[in-house]
């Protein structure tokens, strides 16, 4: 049996398929971890390809696929990804990747909106706060950029370069 970087390197080759009987019968977890090492590895769509078509309900799936799928700028599907992982195990973080996604296809209203989820969630995610600073300037609300950005300071001084 092939390592995971050997497997990544047959599929980037295109020596294997995500569809072939070495990689479909990989077990859940096998999966999963051959899927992290493409993503990490900036293959994507190979990413992508290996979890798209899984059925199992798990964070790490949903998780792995809207990141590739944002990677891959394809912003609409990392959406429904981030969505079907807040279903599963709802997170800051999960929150902040779906505004993202829903801020670079220019809903700002939708995205501020999921930003502030995060926030509820968390309220010392960084990024969050930053993006809904951000969405509010977008949206000419200066004195609510104003508001996160203070916030941002205060639970980081450090972090002045981010609100300027």
């Given at each position: 049996?092939?390592?995971?970087?050997?497997?990544?390197?047959?599929?980037?080759?295109?020596?294997?398929?995500?569809l072939?009987?070495?990689?479909?019968?990989?077990?859940?977890?096998?999966?999963?971890?051959?899927?992290?090492?493409?993503?990490?590895?900036?293959?994507?769509?190979?990413c992508?390809?290996?979890?798209e078509?899984?059925?199992?309900?798990?964070?790490e799936?949903?998780?792995?696929?809207?990141?590739?799928?944002?990677?891959?700028a394809?912003?609409e599907?990392?959406?429904?990804?981030s969505?079907k992982?807040?279903?599963?195990?709802?997170?800051?973080?999960a929150?902040n990747?779906?505004?993202?996604?829903?801020?670079?296809?220019?809903?700002?209203?939708?995205a501020?909106?999921?930003?502030?989820?995060a926030?509820?969630?968390?309220?010392?995610?960084?990024s969050?706060?930053i993006?809904?600073?951000?969405l509010?300037?977008?949206l000419?609300?200066?004195?609510?950029a104003v508001?996160?950005?203070e916030?941002?300071l205060s639970?980081d001084?450090?972090n002045?370069t981010?609100?300027?």
């Amino acid at each position: 049996m092939k390592n995971n970087n050997e497997l990544m390197v047959d599929l980037r080759d295109g020596l294997v398929s995500v569809l072939d009987s070495t990689i479909s019968n990989l077990s859940p977890d096998a999966k999963i971890k051959l899927a992290n090492c493409c993503h990490k590895a900036g293959l994507h769509a190979i990413c992508v390809g290996i979890l798209e078509h899984e059925t199992w309900p798990r964070s790490e799936i949903q998780f792995l696929i809207g990141d590739a799928y944002y990677d891959l700028a394809r912003f609409e599907e990392s959406i429904i990804a981030s969505t079907k992982l807040l279903d599963i195990e709802p997170s800051s973080i999960a929150f902040n990747n779906r505004g993202q996604a829903y801020a670079v296809t220019g809903k700002f209203a939708i995205a501020k909106a999921v930003f502030l989820d995060a926030i509820k969630y968390d309220g010392t995610n960084l990024s969050a706060i930053i993006s809904a600073g951000d969405l509010c300037l977008k949206l000419e609300d200066g004195l609510g950029a104003v508001g996160f950005y203070e916030r941002v300071l205060s639970i980081d001084p450090n972090n002045a370069t981010s609100v300027i």
